[in-house]
């Protein structure tokens, strides 16, 4: 009772159907069926899904789609060979879509594909694992991949499989395997340098561009290049360009030989055997043009060493160059630039270039319509007229500058940075530079100025400090907004870029009014900021700060409290004070217009004739009480003449006119008339030290220092004027800032020498060299003293320096 009876339904049946005819017509159908465990179905399924995916894209993605690819995977490993092969030849047909390549890096199948390499198996299954390779390797994962399951031996193998498919798609995994440095060497190392040369000699032109695209990879590395130098890589490369049937073979076949020319050990080795001369040849011979043009770019390359150089300028390869500059191809032209460009590094090929009319030539390419051959053509230019007078003259004869010039005005960066350098090369030929500043160089160079691109900053600030020498451009320069634009490159941080701008600025320096320009600019408080910086400064930025102080004598005083005997006070020359550390100096128009404040006066020089004085009539009307020299009655009396003599100002004119100092003026007139004529040097300092006394208030006795009014005196000249700015002559109560500066100035007036020293709490002094003693009993002079001269207390005495009486009258 209690035994169990076993269900008809399961008993396991002995018997089988008879073959059954499958019918599949819905692909989800067929996917199912490669999961089934009948080997014929399984085979059947595999070749529908491989006639399905072969139609289209859109196929193989419906399948990807549908979940074909992970059976696929699978079976490539079945028992069954007839199996393995049909799972293989679908997989390899699928693989072929950019999608189906994603989604299979998901499957570890890469070592499966390799297996399958073996010889135990047919050629159909090397051909299609080896399109799933060709296909997969594509990605730097999956060439890993391949690298790490040693799939590289197995395909270098490969390339000797009679069929061509099996070739094509091996070579292709390993063109793209090869981009790799780790598999370049690899390849070396395997021994597939003379398998791929035997590929060149295939019948199939897609397998002879393959392998000679794994060749330009490959011979990158020294040592490839030196195996494929002795299996006669060279010569079989030069027989194929000799020949014409395999032209679209030629432009690869040049770029490996290009490599092959690289290294100088390999170049002297080939040109040894002739085959520098061969390639010379070929570029010569009417050719494809993009053949020729490749050619020439291999020589280019070549050209990068200047042992290489050498050679080339042996084989008289300039001359072919110079014929190749004249052809119609603009490619051509534009690489035989290119060519030029690098043998010019050469000076032995500069000069030949030069004597077989290359130059004229390349200036010629300059009105090109091609943007491209023009850049190519500026750089020639600019590397043929490095340091090389007589190419930079052959270009000016040519009429290359003025081309030049217009070319700065262009778009390319290339072109006008090249522009730039080859005009700063000829600018240091006076002739030359002359004719460039008048086709308008300095406006075409302010544009260049405002570049984002640090090469073009670095060629228009060197061609700039070329040029600037002459004070006319620097005048067009301020005229056309180019100073300002060269200021504000000294806030780059490129260090070329600085340096250049500096070597400009210290340039354009060269005289006070583009000086005080530039300081009105920010440049001084720029270059203060440079310089006080460990990474910034440099010899440059320092040299271009103090001509800057030198040219401009007002803010060099300002800022350093020191006048040398070679610093010449001028007209316009003022004394704003010490100034404050970061603050920028203002310019003697910006303080006149300033309303009047409580602070310092500013002190100006003016001398001048014939200016137009800028104070209403009102300031001039009375003179100060405390003025009671007749000199300076006579001083003021001249003064007041003037102003009736000039013509009123027109209501349009809005210029700002420094105010006439009449009264400087007759001290000047005296002072040549009264001092210059005595023959004693130290008389001269003497008398000059007594007038100037005179005119500033006389002689103060040190103890009543504290009761001489000069405070309000110079209050109620500001009052008088209206303006913090007060002529220097018009004071007649100075104390050591006012007397030693006024010292100064007349001093500059007659030729004579001394310094303007600012000290503190409004002490000023002078200090001036003489030779003071008898010679010496063997004939040789006395030795030079410094001396303070004394303008305050006993006007005329000379202090010698470093006494106690000068540092009593340095200090308080």
Same mark, same amino acid.
Not at 128 to 142: H, I, K, M, P
Not at 353 to 360: A, E, N
Not at 422 to 427: S, Y
């Given at each position: 009772m209690g035994k169990k009876v076993k269900k008809e339904s399961e008993t396991p049946c002995k018997e089988t159907f008879e073959p059954l005819p499958v019918e599949g017509k819905n692909p989800a159908t067929v996917v199912l069926l490669l999961s089934s465990p009948e080997e014929d179905i399984l085979v059947k399924a595999c070749e529908a899904i491989h006639t399905f995916a072969e139609k289209g894209d859109e196929n193989k993605v419906s399948l990807l789609g549908l979940g074909a690819l992970e059976p696929l995977c699978q079976l490539i490993t079945h028992n069954n060979k007839l199996v393995r092969r049909t799972a293989l030849i679908a997989l390899g047909i699928m693989t072929t879509n950019?999608?189906? #390549?994603?989604?299979?890096?998901?499957?570890?199948?890469?070592?499966?594909?390799?297996?399958?390499?073996?010889?135990?198996?047919?050629?159909?299954?090397?051909?299609?694992?080896?399109?799933?390779?060709?296909?997969?390797?594509?990605?730097?994962?999956?060439?890993?991949?391949?690298?790490?399951?040693?799939?590289?031996?197995?395909?270098?193998?490969?390339?000797?499989?009679?069929?061509?498919?099996?070739?094509?798609?091996?070579?292709?995994?390993?063109?793209?395997?090869?981009?790799?440095?780790?598999?370049?060497?690899?390849?070396?190392?395997?021994?597939?340098?003379?398998?791929?040369?035997?590929?060149?000699?295939?019948?199939?032109?897609?397998i002879q561009h393959l392998a000679l695209k794994t060749l330009q990879n490959v011979t990158t590395d020294k040592d490839t290049r030196n195996t494929f130098r002795e299996e006669q890589g060279f010569e079989k490369l030069m027989d194929i360009l000799s020949n014409t049937d395999f032209s679209d073979l030629h432009i690869e076949a040049l770029q490996v030989v290009s490599n092959c020319l690289s290294d100088s050990e390999s170049f002297q080795l080939i040109h040894q055997g002739g085959g520098l001369a061969r390639l010379t040849e070929f570029i010569l011979t009417p050719n494809i043009t993009e053949i020729q043009s490749s050619a020439v770019k291999c020589i280019a390359r070549v050209a990068q060493s200047a042992e290489n150089c050498k050679l080339l300028h042996e084989q008289n390869v300039e001359k072919v160059l110079v014929e190749l500059l004249s052809v119609s191809d603009v490619s051509v032209k534009t690489a035989s630039?290119?060519?030029?460009?690098?043998?010019?590094?050469?000076?032995?090929?500069?000069?030949?270039?030069?004597?077989?009319?290359?130059?004229?030539?390349?200036?010629?390419?300059?009105?090109?319509?091609?943007?491209?051959?023009?850049?190519?053509?500026?750089?020639?230019?600019?590397?043929?007229?490095?340091?090389? #007078?007589?190419?930079?003259?052959?270009?000016?004869?040519?009429?290359?500058?003025?081309?030049?010039?217009?070319?700065?005005?262009?778009?390319?960066?290339?072109?006008?940075?090249?522009?730039?350098?080859?005009?700063?090369?000829?600018?240091?030929?006076?002739?030359?530079?002359?004719?460039?500043?008048?086709?308008?160089?300095?406006?075409?160079?302010?544009?260049?100025?405002?570049?984002?691109?640090?090469?073009?900053?670095?060629?228009?600030?060197?061609?700039?400090?070329?040029?600037?020498?002459?004070?006319?451009?620097?005048?067009?320069?301020?005229?056309?907004?180019?100073?300002?634009?060269?200021?504000?490159?000294?806030?780059?941080?490129?260090?070329?870029?600085?340096?250049?701008?500096?070597?400009?600025?210290?340039?354009?320096?060269?005289?006070?009014?583009?000086?005080?320009?530039?300081?009105?600019?920010?440049?001084?408080?720029?270059?203060?900021?440079?310089?006080?910086?460990?990474?910034?400064?440099?010899?440059?930025?320092?040299?271009?700060?103090?001509?800057?102080?030198?040219?401009?004598?007002?803010?060099?005083?300002?800022?350093?409290?020191?006048?040398?005997?070679?610093?010449?006070?001028?007209?316009?020359?003022?004394?704003?004070?010490?100034?404050?550390?970061?603050?920028?100096?203002?310019?003697?128009?910006?303080?006149?217009?300033?309303?009047?404040?409580?602070?310092?006066?500013?002190?100006?020089?003016?001398?001048?004739?014939?200016?137009?004085?800028?104070?209403?009539?009102?300031?001039?009307?009375?003179?100060s009480e405390t003025d009671t020299s007749s000199k300076r009655d006579r001083r003021t009396s001249r003064k007041k003449k003037q102003k009736d003599e000039t013509p009123p100002e027109s209501p349009t004119e809005k210029q700002w006119k420094m105010m006439a100092d009449v009264s400087l003026q007759l001290l000047v007139k005296e002072v040549k008339e009264s001092i210059l004529p005595l023959n004693d040097e130290q008389e001269q300092y003497a008398a000059l030290a007594r007038l100037v006394s005179e005119a500033m208030g006389g002689a103060v006795e040190m103890e009543k220092l504290h009761e001489f009014p000069w405070v309000l005196h110079l209050s109620e000249l500001k009052f008088q004027f209206q303006s913090n700015v007060v002529p220097i002559g018009m004071i007649s109560r100075g104390i050591y800032c006012h007397r030693a500066l006024l010292f100064k100035c007349l001093v500059d007036c007659i030729g004579l020498s001394c310094t303007l020293v600012r000290g503190e709490y409004n002490r000023a002094w002078n200090e001036v060299l003489l030779f003071k003693g008898n010679p010496s009993s063997n004939g040789s002079s006395s030795q030079p003293c410094h001396y303070i001269v004394d303008l305050m207390h006993r006007p005329g005495s000379l202090l010698k320096a470093n006494t106690p009486a000068a540092a009593q009258y340095q200090t308080i």
């Open positions: 950019s999608d189906v #390549k994603s989604a299979l890096k998901k499957f570890d199948v890469i070592p499966s594909i390799i297996n399958k390499l073996s010889l135990e198996e047919d050629v159909v299954v090397h051909e299609f694992a080896t399109l799933c390779l060709a296909s997969l390797s594509v990605d730097f994962v999956c060439k890993v991949q391949i690298f790490d399951s040693k799939g590289l031996p197995t395909l270098i193998q490969l390339l000797s499989s009679p069929d061509p498919d099996v070739k094509k798609n091996s070579l292709e995994t390993i063109f793209n395997m090869v981009q790799d440095y780790q598999s370049r060497q690899a390849v070396h190392e395997l021994g597939g340098i003379p398998q791929l040369l035997e590929l060149l000699k295939s019948d199939f032109p897609v630039c290119q060519a030029v460009s690098e043998m010019s590094f050469h000076l032995a090929c500069k000069d030949h270039f030069r004597d077989l009319g290359g130059i004229p030539a390349i200036v010629q390419l300059l009105k090109n319509e091609s943007s491209v051959l023009r850049e190519a053509a500026t750089q020639a230019l600019s590397n043929l007229t490095h340091r090389n #007078k007589l190419n930079a003259f052959a270009v000016y004869e040519a009429g290359g500058h003025e081309i030049l010039v217009q070319q700065l005005y262009g778009s390319c960066a290339g072109t006008v940075a090249n522009s730039a350098a080859t005009l700063g090369n000829m600018a240091g030929q006076g002739v030359i530079r002359c004719s460039i500043l008048s086709h308008g160089a300095m406006q075409a160079l302010v544009e260049p100025l405002k570049s984002t691109n640090a090469q073009v900053l670095v060629n228009t600030t060197q061609c700039l400090a070329m040029l600037a020498c002459d004070t006319e451009a620097r005048v067009e320069l301020q005229s056309a907004g180019g100073l300002q634009q060269l200021v504000n490159l000294l806030r780059s941080y490129h260090k070329e870029v600085l340096h250049n701008a500096c070597l400009a600025i210290n340039v354009c320096a060269s005289d006070e009014p583009t000086a005080v320009e530039m300081c009105k600019f920010g440049a001084l408080e720029m270059l203060q900021e440079i310089n006080q910086s460990v990474k910034r400064r440099s010899s440059v930025s320092k040299l271009a700060m103090t001509s800057l102080l030198n040219s401009n004598s007002s803010v060099k005083y300002s800022l350093t409290g020191l006048l040398s005997s070679t610093d010449i006070i001028s007209d316009g020359f003022y004394d704003a004070g010490k100034a404050r550390g970061g603050q920028r100096i203002l310019t003697l128009e910006e303080l006149s217009k300033q309303p009047v404040n409580q602070h310092r006066p500013t002190i100006f020089v003016n001398t001048a004739a014939k200016e137009t004085v800028d104070v209403p009539d009102e300031r001039q009307n009375s003179q």
